[in-house]
């Protein structure tokens, strides 16, 4: 092999895992929507140790008649402009139709108490991967957006740059040198 395919042969390599990588990730997301799945990025330590911030928790949309004390649930707290909250159940009780619920953070020193029906979905947490959601908290960052849309403008310019290259280029000669 030739010093001057080399290079070619890096850009394919390269563009074809990442391609590859992010066929796998749409795959996978769709996957687990299809399965009932949601993944969550942790924002805060109010779980911490179990859950800490940058964690990915995935969550299933689960009947709040079907939660227990210890459960770790993902809900929207009305008390705080319906913010998403992942915390664990720590007492239930039930009055008439209504589920009266207590959570509160691993690390927190206070519960917090909502209401729901027995009917309605609740998140609950089946999975938790550690650090795994820390690019999505590096990407909320304007700076890194702004680096990661640099990045993306220069390697496009590099792949439309070498198809150039390639169509000005015939027989193996190039025209720009011969002139």
Not at 63 to 74: H, L, Q
Not at 106 to 127: C, F, K, L, M, Y
Not at 160 to 175: C, E, I, K, N
Request: aromatic share 4%; glycine share 8%; proline share 5%.
């Amino acid at each position: 092999m030739t010093p001057a395919l080399r290079p070619a042969r890096w850009s394919r390599i390269l563009t074809a895992t990442l391609m590859t990588g992010a066929l796998l990730t749409a795959g996978l997301a769709l996957g687990a929507r299809l399965a009932g799945l949601q993944p969550l990025v942790e924002r805060s330590d109010s779980m911490s140790p179990a859950i800490v911030a940058g964690d990915l928790v995935i969550i299933r949309a689960v009947p709040a008649d079907s939660i227990a004390v210890g459960d770790i649930v993902s809900f929207r707290d009305s008390g705080r402009n319906n913010v998403l909250v992942t915390h664990r159940v720590v007492a239930l009780h039930q009055v008439g139709d209504i589920i009266g619920v207590q959570s509160q953070g691993d690390a927190n020193t206070a519960a917090e108490s909502w209401t729901t029906p027995p009917d309605a979905q609740v998140g609950r947490a089946i999975a938790v991967w550690a650090h795994l959601g820390d690019p999505a908290i590096l990407l909320d960052a304007p700076l890194a957006r702004v680096c990661l849309a640099a990045i993306l403008v220069v390697l496009l310019a590099l792949i439309v740059s070498r198809r150039y290259r390639r169509r000005r280029t015939a027989g193996g000669v190039d025209w720009r040198a011969s002139g």
